[in-house]
């Protein structure tokens, strides 16, 4: 990393100056940047545990989808290692430490950042309803109000019913009314049960000392902005919207009070801002080697990960089977701070198949049998099992490699 002087952070915006990078990033140093801030560069810290990676994130994706294991699950065990599933979701689903709402997409979020989404349950209520209308909402929220203050936390089924019989999204009344009031932050998620959510009144489920929406919308998003240029360590005006699905417009109204420091990083061509604790110290330690779900956040958002790892990467769980090119749930291999291949992966009892295998080259066989062979372990496998290589020769010696 090199600098000509002190950094000087001026205001940028889509029409106006970019900003005066004085700080000049080789592709290396942002994608080894980039890696450390998302934990998978240098010592775990494993005392801090799954509580600890999501407190770093900033913000956990959730996902239906179970292969080896869900993907929240998967994003401490990308960082940490076997951490058994049981503490993972302990660490997320006891006590109030932690929340679900609308972040990246449906997330896992630290309790601490509860004030800071309350721009986006204003926006919810400005807008008066979901995709589901109630003919009479107050009545509905009213009913599910006097329950969850009668009877504690409940699932929607307890409250009485989560659907009317039909297709999924054939949502009850009672359903429509406590997913409105989440979205406004009457009532909040803090646990799953059986992977339905849990609901509570949050003035009673979220601290004292959080329960407030006294920010205003900008020092929402100036929050908002910082964290997600912590947790991605150096990144363009789009990643940091993305990070947290704000506008492009609102990431500009508040760069300038981030913090973030304006840089300039070879083959990027677009300006991009670094947090100054990343800029503080090379990136230097251990990286893992492991496989990611296609909903970690060092891969969430693929143009991103294609400028800096030059890694294509899709999900195709929803193309048809037919269409698809790498297979179902598809999760790339990390390994020496690159992405060298990929893998479909399925459970059948004890034995972890990989259904479908890409490899970058000779040097990812080892590291895949490695990360193959770690994930098995983790779901009580104790076999592996190629059905599929792309290339003969490095399936002959993947298998080799696994036995």
């Not at 300039?264 to 670094?274: F, L, M, N, R, T």
């Amino acid at each position: 990393m090199t600098t000509a002087a002190p950094v000087k952070v001026r205001t940028t915006s889509r029409n106006g100056p970019a900003p005066q990078a004085e700080v000049r990033l080789s592709a290396d140093e942002a994608r080894r940047l980039a890696l450390r801030a998302q934990g998978l560069l240098g010592a775990p810290d494993r005392r801090s545990g799954a509580r600890g990676v999501l407190r770093r994130l900033g913000a956990v994706q959730l996902d239906t989808i179970s292969v080896l294991a869900r993907s929240h699950e998967l994003v401490p065990y990308a960082r940490l290692g076997a951490v058994p599933r049981s503490a993972v979701e302990e660490a997320y689903w006891s006590g109030d430490h932690a929340f679900e709402y609308w972040s990246h997409a449906a997330c896992i979020l630290p309790v601490e950042e509860w004030p800071h989404f309350a721009f986006r349950r204003r926006a919810r209520q400005a807008r008066g309803h979901r995709w589901h209308v109630l003919e009479d909402v107050e009545r509905s929220c009213a009913a599910v109000r006097d329950r969850l203050r009668a009877e504690g936390p409940l699932t929607a089924t307890e409250l009485g019913g989560a659907k009317n019989g039909g297709e999924w999204y054939d949502w009850s009344e009672t359903k429509i009314a406590v997913e409105w009031m989440l979205d406004t932050g009457e009532v909040v998620c803090t646990r799953r049960r059986g992977w339905k959510r849990v609901y509570d009144l949050a003035e009673r489920a979220v601290p004292d000392a959080l329960f407030h929406d006294d920010l205003d919308d900008a020092e929402c998003i100036r929050r908002l902005v910082a964290q997600a240029g912590a947790a991605m360590g150096v990144a363009t005006r789009a990643d940091l919207a993305d990070y947290h699905r704000l506008k492009g417009e609102q990431v500009d109204t508040v760069l300038e009070g981030t913090g973030l420091v304006p840089v300039e990083v070879e083959g990027w061509s677009k300006p991009a801002w670094a947090a100054p604790e990343a800029l503080a110290a090379e990136p230097r330690g251990r990286h893992r080697t492991t496989l990611l779900s296609p909903f970690d956040s060092l891969i969430w958002d693929r143009p991103r990960t294609e400028r800096i790892f030059g890694f294509t990467h899709r999900l195709e769980a929803y193309v048809p089977k037919a269409k698809r090119i790498h297979g179902y749930f598809v999760m790339p291999l990390l390994s020496g701070g690159r992405l060298v291949g990929r893998v479909d992966p399925a459970r059948e009892g004890k034995t972890l198949v990989a259904r479908q295998v890409s490899l970058e080259g000779p040097k990812a066989v080892a590291p895949m049998a490695r990360a193959l062979w770690e994930a098995a372990e983790w779901v009580g496998c104790d076999a592996v099992r190629v059905e599929r290589c792309d290339d003969a020769k490095l399936a002959a010696a993947l298998v080799d490699a696994l036995g």
